[in-house]
């Protein structure tokens, strides 16, 4: 059968993009389909419009999956520096803001231009504004949208998880692999603010837009990480909040060191005074004021004994919040869960069990860390699959 397609790629995301430009590349016949009216949608609002398209420092262990090998593969393919020297050949300025995390100096724009232009020069045909409505595989798969009907001997799945719903996440890859008979594990918000519930909103909630730095983990997790929080009118948020709430099974407590490596108790000896006004000066100089004022009156210490300031500094360590619910997708930066990766090929991304069948991107069950890890799993997987059709 002589068809107009070698390939079909569902979605012009960063993976989609990135897997069309590949195989493009090396000769194959690209229709790329994108039911929105622009292409790399969520590209354009990430990082606060500035992109953070990759961190220098990715790897497997940044990453959350039911399958902990599966990224190795892809991310040693196609590395940070790989996608460094693409954005460098397109002359576009970028710096590293911190952790190994590179922005865009100027706008988000420039990489969906560069992602564009290098599928334009590779042949791949886009169509936007093209709402698919089913899939059929006999030989080829068939892809019909309300007025046209496609076919080609690979399908790659590059819709995306369900996170920020109002620029058009849907469920359709999970959807999509569950017809083809692929497991797939539950989808969650990740990267995403917590919510308290009633009894702590009253307690800390009129302390929104005050910030500082935590030390935040999870009950049962091995993951710590040491950044900025900040209360909100509903909870809490903030870099270390968003990073533990990927790891937070939605039960367990949220634990918060507000204090972190400081030996507080070890400062006021030093400083020769130990009574209740001093640790509220001592507070008062690591906590932004409110918020050190709030926690005595929730937390006071009780009496001058050694034990009182013990036990004062312990619970400044351990604040054990639960929280009762997450922001939901409308403020999740991604979607956890998803395709389980032992249905895919690790070095190609094709299915195991449906020959032609690929799933790449935020759609498989590979989540990201906060700080550019999610793009570079979106190019390495793309550009794998790429290769592979």
């Known amino acids: 059968m002589n068809l107009p397609y070698d390939a079909i790629i569902l979605g012009a995301g960063a993976a989609g993009l990135m897997c069309a430009m590949e195989a493009g590349k090396r000769g194959r016949r690209v229709l790329l389909l994108e039911r929105a009216d622009r292409i ?20 497997p262990e940044h990453f959350v999956s039911s399958n902990v090998h599966f990224a190795k593969s892809a991310l040693a393919r196609y590395t940070p520096a790989d996608f460094v020297r693409l954005v460098e050949t397109h002359h576009i300025a970028y710096h590293e803001k911190k952790l190994g995390q590179l922005f865009c100096d100027r706008s988000a724009q420039e990489i969906t231009n560069m ?6 020069d590779a042949g791949v045909e886009i169509q936007l504004n093209t709402k698919v409505g089913e899939v059929r595989k006999a030989d080829p798969f068939t892809v019909s949208s309300a007025s046209a009907t496609f076919q080609a001997p690979r399908l790659v799945v590059a819709t995306g998880g369900l996170s920020i719903p109002k620029i058009g996440a849907t469920s359709f890859g999970y959807d999509l692999a569950r017809q083809f008979g692929l497991r797939v594990h539950a989808p969650r918000p990740a990267l995403v603010p917590l919510v308290f519930g009633e009894f702590d909103r009253k307690r800390w909630c009129d302390l929104a837009g005050v910030s500082c730095e935590v030390i935040a983990s999870a009950e049962r997790c091995k993951q710590s990480f040491q950044e900025k929080m900040l209360f909100t009118h509903r909870g809490i948020s903030g870099p270390a909040i968003l990073q533990i709430s990927s790891y937070w099974n939605g039960r367990a407590p949220i634990n918060l060191d507000l204090a972190p490596n400081r030996d507080l108790n070890a400062e006021l000896r030093s400083r020769g005074q130990r009574d209740p006004s001093s640790w509220k000066s001592l507070l008062r100089e690591i906590l932004p004021r409110r918020l050190a004022d709030r926690w005595l009156e929730i ?18 360590h351990a604040w054990s919040v639960v929280p009762e619910s997450t922001e939901g997708y409308a403020k999740a930066e991604v979607t956890a869960g998803g395709v389980d990766p032992d249905e895919l090929s690790a070095k190609t991304m094709e299915s195991r069990k449906i020959p032609g069948l690929f799933f790449i991107g935020e759609v498989v069950d590979v989540t990201g860390q906060l700080g550019g890890f999610n793009f570079q799993w979106a190019w390495a ?9």
Request: charged share 20%.
């Open 115 to 120: 992602l564009e232009q290098e599928c334009r």
């Open 40 to 59: 790399g949608k969520k590209i354009l609002i990430s990082g606060g419009g500035r992109c953070n398209f990759t961190n220098l420092h990715a790897g």
């Open 381 to 389: 997987s793309g550009f794998s699959a790429g290769l592979a059709i």
């Open 299 to 316: 937390h006071p210490v009780s009496g001058n004994s050694d034990r009182a300031f013990v036990e004062a500094e312990r619970q400044l």
